[in-house]
């Protein structure tokens, strides 16, 4: 039988059963992507879709609230349980809106506000010029070493000893070590800034123990719910509980109407996901399979900034391989390795044609591969790398990938062990 969407829109019908296809038959490195459960998916899917909900539970501005509020509050509860924050909001959209309403929370509009540049790891909402933060905010942005990659945390502090920021952004993009967010609190209390901490790709990393949690020293940690975290496409903010009442009134009515409930449905599934030792041996796999993937690469002669990676993510430098990122990131796009091109510290290349790549094991950690498959995927980002203007080639490693993708299909479930290990 022909599913109801396949009647009525058959076009759309076809170009989803595409991507599931592409998905399926490639290797995934983008840092930022993965895949969601079965049942993730059936609540984003779900008749929570239909539900407007403007407010939080128990306080809500329609009625028909009897079990969104039930809904809310559990994936509140799951939040706070699994971070051991005080007060947790999972109604932003997004990891952007949640980083603005934790701006709106502390600070107003026109006080300076210090974060990672952009070109060096940060993201756009941290204050970075083209984005509005750096509209309705004094922006002051602090680099890495360019020598080293890593972060120079007497450059920061000479930093905001200078400038007096109101906010500190710790968190990144492209950073591929671990953050030292104790010492950003630190650097914090000393100019008397408050500080906010955006675990968006690490948030899975956190949960799981792997990667030092910002919570004890943060005023407000900002995520999204997707990523390492494996959860649907959306955002969430945990804070102190004298934040509470700020970050919610910033969130709704500030920059938001009604919440999304079909999204936050799904992300206290996500929530439960996450708090099972099979998360945790899923994230320290992640780790594994990047450690794994970053030697392998180095080994094949690939530059890779501050030398390796402690988390989920690498990024490479290609000038040594004198081919610009965006051109090897399309070539690999050929041989089904989905990666993005990125500016690496102190690139002289224009941020539409950089000289990086970033690469993230998220995704195929999901599938059930581990360190062996990582080190055929840098075998064939180190064939394409070198044969990047023969198109048979490309073609070749094409076809090895999906070879490779067919002995790890996509999960239906994330809890049950598998044959080749555990498969997400």
Known sequence: MKTALEQYDPQIYELIRQEEARQSGSIRL???ENYVSRAVMMASSSCLTNK?????????????????????????DRAKKLFKADHANVQPYSGSVANLAAYAALIQPGDTIMGMSLSHGGHLT??????????????????VNTETGRLDFDAIRDLAKKHRPKIIISGATAYPRTIDFDVFGEIAQEVGAFLISDIAHIAGLVVAGIHKSP?????????????TLRGPRGGMLLCKAEHAEKV???????????PHMHTLTAIAVAMAEADTPEFVAYAQQ????????????????????????????MLIDLRNKDIPGKKLAKALDRARIVTNYNTVPGDPAPPFNPSGLRLGTPAITTRGMRESEAEQIATFIHRVTENIDKES??????????????QFPVPEHFIIPQRNGYRG
């Open 248 to 258: 919610d009134k910033a969130v709704f009515p500030g920059l938001q109407g009604g």
């Open 393 to 406: 080639i490309i073609e070749q490693v094409g076809k090895e990938v999906l070879l490779l993708c067919s």
């Open 52 to 76: 407007y909900a403007e407010g939080y539970p128990g306080k809500r501005y329609y009625e028909g609230q009897q079990v969104t509020d039930l809904i809310e509050k559990l994936a509140q």
């Open 215 to 227: 919570v004890p020293y943060a005023d407000v940690v900002s995520t999204t719910t997707h990523k």
């Open 286 to 313: 992640v780790v594994k399979n990047a450690k794994a993937l970053a030697d392998k690469l180095l080994e094949y002669g690939f530059n890779l900034v501050t030398g390796g990676t402690d988390n989920h993510l």
């Open 30 to 32: 983008i840092p930022s």
């Open 126 to 143: 941290h204050g970075w010029k083209v984005s509005l933060t750096s509209k309705y905010y004094k922006s002051v942005s602090y680099e």
